[in-house]
């Protein structure tokens, strides 16, 4: 599946950002309708805007089930394409995580539900479980794992700013891989380092990146960028599933049909 996969990103192009609005103003609030809560956009001007869209977006409908829309999940053969789900999780995992946190490595095996996509809603793969005095959710789509913290953290936002940063990036390193190997645009092994950019203050609603330029749609590599914030009191970290292309001609999978593996339809050779 890899072969092919790779194959089609040389071939396909669909720039779901580019249906996104370019009117995105920085440093102001997007009213959700449905739920009436607030989505802060990356403090940063140079930001990429309709990757900032694209990820809001995303966000929400990650967000938007509730706790009791899950179902728990015992063998991967549950899902209509559960072989491939199973292995496209794991290999993401290893690639985000570090050993430690990796949910596919925990003794015992973290507790998994999903979450069957609706008409505004993604197919979602949950992993629950603790690691190092935390209690992490770790939400899943084909595009996207997302990484909450569920400890509030009243405390730390009273906390000075470079206070603020010790933490949140002690906490990364500890739960993902914040350094590493990339294949780079000559397609060769290159290093990546994560470094987040902070805003002038860190408070609840606000997101920061390693690097906001970047559209996660249309990046090179899934080390090109990595983001973190603090939603519902709560610390975050999106990483994104960006597979590096050779051609610079990126595929991004439907995230409401991971389940039944009609995402990889446009990936098959015509």
């Not at 069957?116 to 949950?126: G, I, K, M, N």
């Not at 999978?253 to 990936?267: E, I, N, S, T, V």
């Amino acid at each position: 599946m890899d072969r092919a996969y790779i194959r089609a990103i040389d071939r396909c192009v669909i720039a779901a950002a580019s249906l996104l609005s370019l009117g995105v103003c920085w440093n102001v609030c997007i009213m959700n309708p449905d739920e009436g809560a607030k989505v802060m956009l990356l403090d940063d001007r140079s930001a990429n805007a309709p990757g900032e869209e694209l990820i809001s977006q995303w966000l929400e409908a990650i967000r938007r089930p509730n706790p009791g829309d899950y179902g728990g999940l015992r063998d991967f053969r549950e899902l209509p394409d559960g072989a491939r789900v199973e292995q496209n999780s794991r290999f993401w995992s290893q690639k985000f995580f570090t050993d430690a946190a990796n949910p596919y490595l925990q003794k015992p095996a973290a507790p998994c539900s999903t979450h069957p996509a609706t008409t505004d809603t993604f197919d979602v793969l949950r992993h629950e479980y603790d690691i190092f005095g935390q209690h992490l959710i770790v939400d899943e789509t084909v595009n996207v794992i997302l990484v909450t913290v569920e400890q509030p953290l009243e405390s730390f936002l009273n906390q000075p700013e470079q206070q603020k940063h010790h933490e949140i990036n002690r906490i990364a390193g500890l739960l993902l891989r914040m350094r590493g190997t990339m294949v780079a645009p000559n397609l060769q092994d290159a290093p990546y380092r994560w470094t987040f950019r902070f805003p002038t203050t860190i408070g609840n609603g606000m997101r920061f990146s390693t690097n906001a330029q970047e559209d996660p749609a249309r990046m090179w590599s899934w080390a090109s960028r990595m983001d973190g914030g603090i939603y519902n009191d709560r610390l975050y970290f999106l990483c994104f599933k960006q597979r590096e292309s050779t051609s610079g001609k990126i595929l991004v999978p439907d995230g409401r049909h991971w389940f039944d593996g009609k995402c990889w339809a446009a990936f098959s050779p015509a």
